[in-house]
């Protein structure tokens, strides 16, 4: 058997390395060997947006982008979406097994029991206006957590870690759900410890003047689904922010709060929000045709589509296109849904779409679900965040007890002015300068 050997020879001095490769990568400071002068700081990777760089050694989620598989810890995300509860799958995540009915029972409690906040976060939320984006309020909320427990600074104590963990897992749906009912100028409904995790979601969305809010059983269940198919997607752009915020050991409700400011953006977690505009856009399926030209011309970017790692059906999609069909049995069928599958059809068939492998990502049809249940597009972030929040919580407690880590830092290639000297203003040729 050949050896795991990169063997490399610097055109520029002659000279031949050798890199060991380990896992199926080589490590990039080993490169650093590399130098045409004694005093050279070394070779290095040069890789914006990580497209070809681990950045950790991770056991938590398994992703085979070309044949379209999904797994956490190994079990397949069909199974988990077909068997599995979002708590089920948290305890998961973060533990790396599945919990016997003991420790299912507790980790439920515990969660269960750690839904309430802290009375001061209704202010907090009622400082915002009545317009302000939900995911603005989140992202601030979860930040403002930790300075209700600045224990949470003392990220070295694993029992401390698990203590935080539970916490933000509880809390993120009571949070979500009060700043959809400060954008409605409704009262804030408290968590009902008799419901189950998205049960008691829908009652603090929904609740008015009834004693228990019950929700229709196949939406619950709908939500759970999308809940445990939404909790983990390992080293995407939100986990990442998580493990670099995480790497300077500060506590994981800023780490958290990153993460979600990272899952706002429009080309992650903010797509499905962009889907159901763009469906709204279109409007009718008989303006799907001249909307998919549009997209071939580079004019518009068909949302809910393509994947940095998924070339092939991305699994979850397949999963939720099933779970709206249950949503729609009890909701009626929402009128945008033949505009989705119109697009769906016929960019499947499109050689533009097919050639650069562009299938519809777990977004396309998330968006329709929300919707079904009653939710504002501008939720649509939020909802994504509150099961994330169960694999931000695993990449970072895996990242915190990773002895490899340190402070996340990349290189750069300076690419800017040479040194020069200050020019007093007086001195300064006149113009306007060019916004960077
Ligand atoms: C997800 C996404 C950011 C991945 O981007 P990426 O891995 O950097 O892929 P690229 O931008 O290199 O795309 C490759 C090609 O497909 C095209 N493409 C990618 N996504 C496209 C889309 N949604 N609509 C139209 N064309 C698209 C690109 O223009 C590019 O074409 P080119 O080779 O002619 O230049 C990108 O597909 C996207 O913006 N999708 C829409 C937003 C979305 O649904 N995000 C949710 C992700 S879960």
């Not at 077909?82 to 533990?95: A, I, K, N, P």
């Not at 939720?320 to 929402?334: H, N, P, W």
């Amino acid at each position: 058997m050949a050896a795991d050997i990169l063997s490399v020879t610097d055109n520029r001095t002659g000279q031949a390395y050798e890199i060991p490769i380990e896992d199926g990568a080589i490590r990039a400071t080993e490169l650093r060997r590399i130098k045409i002068a004694e005093d050279d700081f070394g070779l290095m990777s040069y890789d914006p947006a990580f497209l070809n760089t681990a950045s950790c050694r991770s056991a938590v989620t398994f992703i085979d982008g070309d044949r379209g598989i999904l797994r956490y810890r190994g079990y397949p995300i069909e199974q988990l979406a077909e068997e599995s509860t979002y708590l089920e799958t948290s305890y998961l995540l973060l533990f790396g097994e599945l919990p016997t009915s003991a420790e299912l029972n507790r980790w439920t409690d515990e969660i269960t029991h750690h839904t309430f906040v802290h009375e001061n976060v209704k202010g907090l939320m009622e400082a915002f206006r009545y317009d302000a984006h939900p995911m603005g309020m989140f992202i601030s909320a979860v930040a403002a957590l930790s300075t209700f427990y600045p224990e949470a600074a003392q990220v070295d104590d694993p029992e401390n870690r698990l203590l935080q963990s539970k916490r933000l897992i509880a809390k993120v749906p009571t949070l979500a759900a009060w700043t959809y009912r400060h954008s409605r100028g409704l009262p804030y409904v408290y968590p009902d410890n008799e419901l189950g995790f998205a049960g008691n979601f829908l009652s603090m969305m929904f609740r008015m003047a009834e004693p228990r809010y019950a929700a229709d059983p196949a939406l619950e269940r709908a939500l759970e689904v999308l809940f445990i198919l939404h909790a983990d997607h390992e080293q995407n752009c939100s986990a990442n922010a998580t493990r670099s915020i995480g790497s300077s050991r500060v506590d994981p409700y800023s780490a958290l709060a990153g993460a979600a400011a990272a899952l706002y953006g429009p080309l992650h977690g903010g797509a499905n929000e962009a889907v159901l505009r763009m469906l709204a856009e279109i409007g009718d399926v008989r303006h799907v045709p001249a909307y998919v030209e549009r997209v071939k011309a580079g004019e518009v970017l068909l949302m809910g589509f393509g994947h940095r790692i998924y070339k092939n059906y991305d699994p979850r999609a397949r999963i939720i296109k099933e779970t709206a069909d249950q949503v729609f049995e009890v909701t009626g069928r929402s009128p945008l849904l033949d505009v989705a599958l119109e697009l769906e059809k016929i960019a499947l068939e499109d050689e533009y779409f097919v050639s650069r492998k562009l299938y519809p990502n777990v977004d396309f049809y998330s968006g329709l679900i929300y919707e079904a249940l009653g939710l504002p597009v501008a939720m649509f972030s939020v909802m994504f965040a509150i099961p994330r929040t169960a694999g931000w919580l695993a990449q970072w407690l895996e990242g915190v007890n990773d002895p490899e880590q340190k402070i996340a830092r990349p290189r750069q290639l300076y690419v800017g002015a040479e040194e020069r000297d200050y020019v007093p203003l007086k001195h300064r040729a006149g113009g306007e300068l060019a916004a960077v």
